[in-house]
């Protein structure tokens, strides 16, 4: 909201999607009163949760040992997603691509939302993407994300909140270190991602394993 107000900027790059709408909401009807365009980012919240499936699953192929954290995130995302499977069949829903399609529509339904950032890995992404574009979120579509919602949200770090930060004893910089988090497990930027993690000029998640809060993967 200072950048809004502060006046020298066009154009915004945010995180805005399902899941984590409220405080987003509330930066986009600014920057429309202010004529500021709108370029989304993170669209797809899912994307979290695949990817730390993804690389659990890595882990135990490989033989390594899992921290009891990972393993207990594991086994409520896991237990969470056998629920969904029956709700989601009323829908039609059979993968992630029609689950991934709603999150963007409702990204471009909102009037505010200027445009969406897509990955892009090969051709056929361009006519599926681009298939999207004017579509609206239907009735169905709604009430499939708002389940989702219910049911995953608590799974999803929301966009601003930092509470996590601020309850920290340890003065932990919780919002960079899950932020590194994010390029190891959903990016694949390993490498650069533990370099960043080992200049932190400040307590990382080493001290957690005595005050028994989370643990980042990172910390290995």
Known sequence: MAAVDDGRFNVFLMTYNFINQEKAERVLRACDEKKIGISIMKSNPMITFKAVQGYVDRIEQEGKPMDDTLVAW???????SNQAKEYFGEYGIVDDEQLVDAAIQFVISNPDAHTVCLPFNNLSDIERWATLSGKVLTRDQASLLDF???????????????????????????????????????????????????????NNADVCRESGTLRIGLSR
């Open 74 to 80: 594991r086994d409520r995302l896991s237990t969470k």
């Open 148 to 202: 989702y919602r219910k049911q995953f949200g608590e799974l999803n770090c929301r966009f601003g909140c930092r509470e996590c930060a601020h309850a920290c004893p340890h003065d932990i910089q919780v919002s960079t270190i899950m932020r590194y988090n994010y390029y190891f497990q959903n990016k694949g930027q390993e490498k650069y991602a533990m370099e960043r993690y080992a200049k932190l000029d400040r």
